[in-house]
């Protein structure tokens, strides 16, 4: 997905005694969002996403991992800081 911040108009309907926002149908298919909704809100405003949590499967989370390409050359020197010398009383 780009990296640009897209906004659109839109307007609150009543629905009852609340109102509502009406999301447009590619949206929708386009964020995966279906009968539940999670409005969180923010610093910036409120986030809407869906309530369906699309975690990866761990085979997906190496893969993905992988493709990152991150430089792990010093992850050593900060597993060894020094507290392997010390007497945790175990």
Do not use: C, H
């Amino acid at each position: 997905m780009e990296n640009q911040i897209r906004s659109r108009d839109a307007k609150l309907v009543p629905i009852g005694n609340s109102k509502g926002v009406r999301i447009p149908k590619a949206l929708l298919q386009k964020y995966g969002l279906k009968d539940s909704l999670l409005i969180e809100e923010t610093e910036k405003g409120l986030l809407i996403r869906s309530k369906e949590e699309n975690k990866l499967s761990w085979e997906d989370t190496y893969k993905t991992m992988a493709d990152e390409k991150e430089n792990w050359d010093d992850f050593s020197a900060t597993l060894l800081d020094g507290l392997e010398d010390e007497d945790f009383g175990y």
